[in-house]
């Protein structure tokens, strides 16, 4: 069966330090990935989503990236956070081909930034 | 651009009491739908879909869904809600861009139950 990691679960973070989440999934091959930020009432935000290694396509500018160095992988990164950036952020997978494939989520990364 | 609507922001239930959940969603072309939910501590998860055919979707835990097209809406129901039912429902639609699908969700609506 298939199953999706984020690491770390928390994270307390300063203003203008570096910031690096990952997100691997297990089970399946090839996947589409999904990075979304969720904020209290403000439902999910989609970052990021990627169809295949290298391949990184932005949904908002912001001041985060995104890489994917192998097929089942998928980091977030900042080189310096912002007060803005605090969130729970939630790695997503889905199967590719038709749309009616569901999103698979992780279990989400709280950041707290200072 | 896609939006979804979700109308009510929090809501709050007694056990037994019938609910349903408002989801407006803004997108001319062919849809697929979602109700994801979000229990307390625990990962988002899918609660019910529409594709296509029947527009009454049933999914787990007795909860029901109802496309309706010309309103462009997909409520959530359930006749009878439990305590455990207390938790974050996202209505979501899904739309296809360079190669990949992708879900736009709605703010959330938090649901508690009191017992």
């Known amino acids: 069966s298939q199953t999706i990691h984020q690491w770390p679960a928390t994270l307390v973070q300063p203003v203008g330090s570096p910031l690096s989440l990952e997100c691997t999934v297990e089970?399946?091959?090839?996947?589409?990935l999904y990075w979304y930020r969720q904020a209290a009432g403000r439902g999910l935000q989609l970052l990021f989503y990627?169809?295949?290694?290298?391949?990184i396509s932005s949904e908002v500018p912001q001041n985060l990236s995104a890489s994917r160095p192998q097929d089942r992988q998928f980091i977030l990164s900042s080189k310096k956070l912002l007060l803005s950036d605090s969130g729970f952020y939630l790695c997503?997978?889905?199967?590719?081909?038709?749309?009616?494939?569901?999103?698979?989520f992780g279990p989400g990364t709280r950041l707290t930034v200072t | 651009a896609q939006s979804v609507s979700q109308h009510n922001h929090h809501v709050i239930l007694s056990e037994a009491a019938s609910l349903e959940l408002g989801c407006n969603y803004s997108?001319?072309?062919?849809?697929?739908l979602f109700w994801y939910v979000q229990y307390p501590g625990q990962h988002l998860q899918l609660l019910l879909k529409?594709?296509?055919?029947?527009?009454l979707v049933k999914g787990i835990k007795g909860f029901e869904a109802e496309f309706i097209k010309s309103k462009f809406s997909f409520n959530l129901r359930k006749p009878s809600v439990q305590w455990s039912d207390t938790a974050e429902y996202f209505c979501?639609?899904?739309?296809?861009?360079?190669?990949?699908?992708?879900?736009?969700f709605g703010k959330g609506t938090k649901l508690s139950v009191i017992p």
């Open positions: 997503a997978w889905t199967e590719k081909g038709i749309s009616t494939y569901e999103q698979y």
């Open positions: 089970g399946t091959s090839n996947p589409n």
């Open positions: 990627s169809v295949g290694i290298g391949q």
């Open positions: 997108y001319g072309g062919t849809v697929n």
């Open positions: 529409y594709f296509s055919g029947d527009p």
């Open positions: 979501a639609v899904n739309r296809q861009k360079a190669g990949s699908y992708q879900l736009t």
